[in-house]
């Protein structure tokens, strides 16, 4: 195929540079910004700037008028939009006439308008939307995505330094591909597949959403077919009977330099198997028959990972534990925030006391020691100690779908049969409370056998 270009006399326009053009052509590097019409569709023209994009637009006479008028047609993308794409929107275009023809034009020039956003004006946009308040099925005005924090934390560390100003109709499957390999890579601080596997999930409900009708910033989301990530190696962490027993009479030190509350939290956790955020919130009135036979705590959903009500029984240990956190009878939280009275801990007061604070003028170095470090233990996070609850529950013998109800996971299978989803989602709303109860007390007898407060009829419950 002949891609020779016909140079223009001096002084002419550059409409007299005519070639056949190509989906490689549209991929040519210039030094300033050209123009290529194309000799096989008169009329057609790309234009691609010293950034390397390309763009197509037909250029007709307006015979009312009798002058020229230009169309934007579109980006060149090799996966959405080339050559042969542009050549047949103009022939579609030629057939429909005069006035027609203009008034497509006029439509999609109020198009073009409202696709000229940039990545960073959409993440703006996007941001503002998820955080507006809507009312949630409990009743509670609550932002739109509840969890919009740490999207918006993805769309602002990742995408919006890198793409935020681009065109978003023109950001490709390789762009993003790119970025996520350099996250892998890290080039934008510690190598980790589970930033880039975050990152293309915020971008993806980014660019579907600007997809939308209504905004329609982009034609189809570029977050298709991307290359697979590498799997990421899930955590293992469990707690020894050694250090179980270290954790645990090493919470009660005078000496440590972090909260009462803030250790009781710790101890919380590894009885009850909750996550740290529905536990920390923990409030008065979620509590009931401390004093009785069947004690629990109700989770609301607004706290929950899964936005659904936890009830959750509570052992004798666990019952012990809220006391010694509860030290005044107006206090309304258990694990009041030692510096903001009528205020629970803060989220991340736990991982904070079990790693160190980090100094900040001095990148790697701790401020304050964590209680890992000070009592001599390797490194473990709060979710651990889930981890490690359940994993006494199982070597006590219990069944791993009654486990998974205590740490509100999803369950497909008991023992070796398959339930079927929709009789856990639609007709099977109990709580299990009688099974959960028995794995959380018999997780509580053997945390009393483990840090030698049990008695010998105590050392294991059966399942």
């Known amino acids: 195929m002949d891609t020779t270009i016909v140079p223009s006399p001096a002084g002419k326009r550059g409409r007299n540079s005519s070639v056949i053009l190509t989906d490689r052509l549209c991929e040519k590097r210039v030094s300033k910004r050209t123009k290529f019409y194309d000799r096989k569709c008169p009329g057609l023209y790309v234009s691609i700037t010293t950034a390397g994009i390309a763009t197509f637009s037909f250029k007709f006479t307006d015979r009312q008028t009798g002058k020229q008028r230009t169309g934007w047609l579109g980006v060149y993308n090799p996966e959405t939009f080339t050559v042969e794409d542009a050549r047949s929107k103009v022939y579609g275009l030629k057939t429909l006439g005069g006035d027609a023809l203009l008034e497509t034009f006029r439509d999609q020039k109020a198009t073009k308008a409202k696709r000229g956003k940039t990545v960073a004006e959409i993440i703006d946009e996007r941001i503002k939307w998820m955080k507006t308040p809507v009312k949630k099925p409990d009743g509670e005005m609550r932002p739109r995505l509840e969890a919009w924090e740490h999207t918006a934390s993805h769309l602002n560390r990742f995408i919006r330094p890198r793409l935020g100003k681009k065109l978003a109709m023109e950001v490709t499957k390789h ?7 350099d996250i892998v890579e890290g080039k934008f601080g510690k190598p980790s597949v589970s930033n880039a596997r975050h990152m293309r999930k915020a971008a993806s409900g980014l660019f579907n959403w600007a997809a939308e009708a209504g905004r329609d910033y982009v034609t189809a989301s570029p977050c298709v077919n991307l290359p697979k990530l590498d799997p990421e190696h899930p955590r293992t962490r469990v707690l020894s009977e050694d250090e179980i027993r270290t954790f645990w009479h090493g ?46 705590f109700d989770v609301p959903l607004k706290r929950v990972k899964k936005r659904r009500v936890i009830q959750q029984p509570l052992s004798d240990l666990a019952v012990e534990i809220i006391k010694e956190a509860l030290v005044s009878d107006d206090q309304e939280y258990v694990f009041e925030s030692p510096m903001y009275k009528g205020q629970p801990i803060h989220r991340k007061a736990m991982a904070d006391a079990l790693r160190g604070t980090m100094n900040e003028k001095c990148k790697g170095k701790t401020k304050t020691p964590g209680i890992c470090d000070l009592l001599g233990l390797k490194r473990f996070t709060p979710h651990d100690l889930r981890r490690t609850a359940a994993t006494l529950a199982g070597d006590l013998g219990f069944d791993d779908a009654v486990i998974a109800r205590c740490l509100d996971h999803a369950v497909s299978r008991k023992g070796d049969v398959i339930v079927p989803t929709v009789t856990g989602k639609v007709y099977n709303h109990s709580k299990r409370m009688k099974e959960k109860r028995a794995v959380l007390d018999g997780v509580a007898a053997e945390l009393r056998r483990i840090i030698g407060t049990s008695s010998e009829a105590r050392l294991r419950l059966v399942a």
Do not use: C, Q, W
């Open 175 to 181: 762009d993003i591909a790119t970025l996520s390999n």
């Open 251 to 296: 919470l009660e030190r005078d000496d440590l330099p972090y909260d009462r509350r803030t250790r009781l939290a710790l101890k919380f956790e590894l009885v009850t198997m909750l996550r740290s955020r529905e536990l920390l919130g923990a409030h008065r009135d979620e509590l009931f028959d401390l004093e009785g036979e069947h004690p629990r």
